[in-house]
């Protein structure tokens, strides 16, 4: 597992993070938060042509990549809270945080706790936008148990990140095969880390504070996740569950791509890209 990239680390909240830092280091910045059991490399395509403008940096969360994996309650709180403290302690300006999935309902956390470090914020086929009852909360939390994550297999993991596509890039093979190898390289603390993230998502919505983020919102779904909204719950289309969920942030715009699954940025990179300079630069 070797990112095509610099590895810098640094140390935030007594955890060791691992993130690159590519593109024009005078320009505006984009920090970029990937989602549930995924990695920084997810944001490669965005990265390769965004750094020709802006100053592009990306992170792996603690419990993922090759950021620490100690035993630590990786809940959504302490990921929003470090997001914060690494924008502060890179002394970062003119940020936009880009935040996909999980990574999105983190942004937005982090958005309502440190609105002043904040340019903008781009929600990525976000987590969030979703309202769960009791019930179906804790059959989501007991599904995504580290008992029952345990008996995954390396196909079943593989596969879970195939179905995150509608139409499965050629050159998507790298990431599935990191994405294995970084959940069997300690896949005892994978499992701990993907339960304490689905429960603390869960437990911590944002869906009633959406109407409090005062920070321009860029909001992009691709209209055929298969992700979101949860299929078991809902018969709500992806496009009905952005609309609502966008509509309730006071200034934010969406875009919805057509023909395309839950990894939008990857999947349809030439129109993510495209969206995220035009709305950094307000055109």
């Given at each position: 597992m070797i990112y095509p990239y610099l590895v810098h680390k640094t140390k935030v909240l007594d955890n060791e993070v691992a993130y690159i830092d590519e593109g024009n280091q005078e320009a505006e910045t984009l920090v970029f938060v990937h989602g549930l059991g995924s990695y920084l490399m997810v944001w490669r395509k965005n990265i390769a042509l965004l750094s020709l403008k802006y100053r592009c940096i990306a992170l792996d969360l603690p419990g993922y990549g090759f950021s620490d994996?100690?035993?630590y309650e990786f809940d959504l709180d302490f990921y929003s809270n470090l997001v914060g403290q690494f924008i502060n302690?890179?002394?970062l300006k003119k940020v936009t945080l880009i935040g996909h999935s999980m990574g999105g309902q983190?942004?937005?956390i982090t958005a309502l706790k440190f609105p002043n470090l904040l340019q903008n914020l781009c929600l990525v086929a976000t987590a969030g936008f979703e309202k769960f009852n009791?019930?179906?909360?804790s059959w989501l939390i007991n599904a995504s148990s580290a008992e029952n994550l345990k008996l995954l297999t390396r196909k079943r993991i593989a596969l879970n990140m195939t179905n995150n596509f509608k139409n499965v890039p050629d050159d998507v093979l790298y990431l599935v095969k990191d994405t294995v190898e970084f959940t069997f390289d300690n896949f005892e603390r994978y499992c701990y880390t993907i339960s304490s993230n689905v429960r603390s998502m869960i437990e911590m919505p944002v869906y009633s504070q959406l109407?409090?983020?005062q920070t321009p919102t860029l909001v992009i779904f691709g209209e055929d996740d298969a992700l979101i909204p949860?299929?078991?719950f809902s018969?709500?289309?992806t496009k009905s569950i952005a609309q609502k969920g966008t509509r309730k942030i006071p200034n934010a715009e969406l875009l919805l791509i057509p023909d395309c699954g839950h990894f939008v940025q990857y999947e349809r990179a030439d129109l993510v890209n495209f969206a995220i300079d035009r709305f950094v630069t307000n055109e």
């Open positions: 994996k100690r035993h302690q890179l002394n983190i942004s937005m009791s019930f179906q909360k109407s409090k983020i949860n299929r078991l018969f709500s289309s």
